[in-house]
């Protein structure tokens, strides 16, 4: 059986696949020995500085998480639970990114109509 590229499994080798730092568990260890990495916002503000990115923040990151989610085909409110937006329109500000999905919807509909009769279905 093929594995989907987007199973949480694929995230999971991933993350396994990089090797142990530190002799710690965790992929970001903390200072202290055997601990995880807590403050990890001030560390990326501190990356984008020594990088000397514009602009550049930590929500930056979910927007860029959410944008590729939506290019490659996941639905608005799988992204939407997975970014615990409370409220849809939130979510919606990305629909652009996907203007396919209405495309496919309207054929989706109209395959299922051709083979429940058999043939082309009949407008009004």
Known sequence: MMKNKNSPGTARELLRSIPPRLDSEYVFPGK???KP????KRQFEKAVADSKLEGVTFHTLRHTAASHMVTNGVDLLTVMKILRHKD???TLRYAHLAPGH???AVNTLGDVLKNRE???PKTA
């Open 32 to 34: 202290i020995a055997g």
């Open 37 to 40: 990495f807590w403050d990890l």
């Open 88 to 90: 849809y329109a939130t």
């Open 102 to 104: 209405k495309q496919a």
């Open 118 to 120: 058999g043939k082309t």
